[in-house]
């Protein structure tokens, strides 16, 4: 077995972050929170994807990279409805919310192991500084996803009580910067604009920036990689391959883009998730109007805590969630998606965006005896 130099380590992680490729397919990955905690073992093959155990609270049914938005929502509806049947077989019920036990002070691995949420895999993108370069698209991603996490909360509670935060799950993540990693890289400098952005100007090595956030990650002894390197650790491919896997950043680059920033929702609200993020990165006009709303958050302070606490309560990310919606809106009309679902994304949005509201504001009006 070949240990690794932390330098080898992240040249390897770099090397792998991304596979360039013009954006256009859409996966989509769904979690399951069940009752009780006892989820069947092994993988099994769905009508397109699969579905894996990933803890005894959480399944998880993975969707295929699928050729557009509609195929992939598709896909994932029959998957699910299987998953669901599945379920039912061995008497576990499938709960509508992201996580019910978790402590907001938990570990950092109970994000994987104990929550549940929703991914979206795009394309990385062209590797070049235009409009749908990987470049913009990382800092696009990493400016909207916590804009994403307060619209999308749906994890206020702990034992069926009120925790103080929105989503307990994003509560783990409160420390997050909005865009990690990113005084490791010599250079780094976010453009005010998206014009820019696409530009000669853009000097972020996205690559880099990825293998430090995954260097300094904690793994599940709460020691980073990084640590473990300078202190002596015998560390091999195999054993970043693990902690690789095991990462379960907003943003990840995994060959492809992938996107982690929102609970699980009631229902086939996993579709408008999906529906928006894609929209807002894949269509380059959409994307624009996302990243001029959201591009002035990276100096905004504890982004992630006020994401996970007051949700769209906070006027910036209530701000910057109406334009962006409203983006992803127009986008969806453009690309001419299905009435059903331009009607729920325009429900949602006059529900809780327009309102200052999210899921999770339900279940609290519900615990309190509101409703």
């Known amino acids: 077995m070949t240990t690794l130099t932390e330098q080898a380590a992240a040249e390897h992680l770099a090397a792998r ?17 069940l009752d009780p905690a006892r989820t069947p073992t092994g993988r099994r093959p769905l009508r397109h994807g699969f579905l894996d155990a990933r803890s005894p609270r959480v399944v998880v049914v993975s969707g295929p990279p699928s050729p557009g938005l509609e195929t992939a929502l598709r896909r994932m509806s029959d998957d699910l409805a299987a998953a669901t049947r599945l379920m039912d077989r061995h008497g576990l019920t499938v709960l509508p919310f992201a996580t019910g036990t978790v402590h907001p002070d938990g570990p950092p691995h109970a994000y994987g192991t104990a929550t549940a949420g929703i991914r979206i895999g795009l394309e990385a993108g062209l590797d070049d500084a235009g409009p749908l370069g990987l470049r913009r698209r990382w800092v696009l991603a990493h400016t909207l996803t916590p804009v994403l996490a307060a619209a999308f909360a749906n994890a206020p509670l702990r034992h069926g009580r009120p925790t103080g935060w929105r989503s307990v799950r994003q509560a783990l993540r409160r420390d997050l910067p909005v865009l990690p990693g990113s005084p490791a890289v010599p250079g780094q400098r976010i453009p005010d604009n998206p014009r820019e952005a696409g530009g000669s100007r853009f000097t972020a090595d996205v690559r880099t920036a990825w293998a430090a956030t995954v260097l300094d990650a904690p793994t599940v002894t709460g020691r980073s990689l990084r640590d473990r390197f300078r202190s002596g650790a ?9 902690h690789l896997a095991a990462l379960r950043p907003p943003v990840a680059a995994r060959g492809h883009l992938e996107i982690d920033a929102v609970d699980r929702q009631p229902g086939n609200g996993w579709r ?15 994307a624009e109007e996302a990243y001029a709303a959201t591009i002035h958050l990276v100096d905004e302070p504890r982004l992630w805590e006020r994401a996970a606490r007051d949700a769209l309560t906070d006027p910036v990310l209530a701000d910057a969630a109406r334009a962006c919606f409203l983006a992803a809106y127009a986008s969806l009309a453009r690309h001419g998606a299905t009435r059903e679902l331009r009607d729920a994304l325009a429900d949602f949005t006059d529900r809780y965006v327009t309102r200052g509201r999210c899921p999770a504001d339900d279940l609290l009006d519900r615990a309190a005896g509101l409703v």
């Open 17 to 33: 972050a991304f596979a360039p490729g013009l954006p256009g397919f859409v996966g989509v990955t769904v979690d399951l929170l």
């Open 234 to 242: 015998r560390i091999a491919v195999d054993d970043l391959g693990r």
């Open 272 to 286: 408008l998730p999906a529906a928006v993020i894609t929209a807002l990165l894949d269509d380059p006009r959409a």
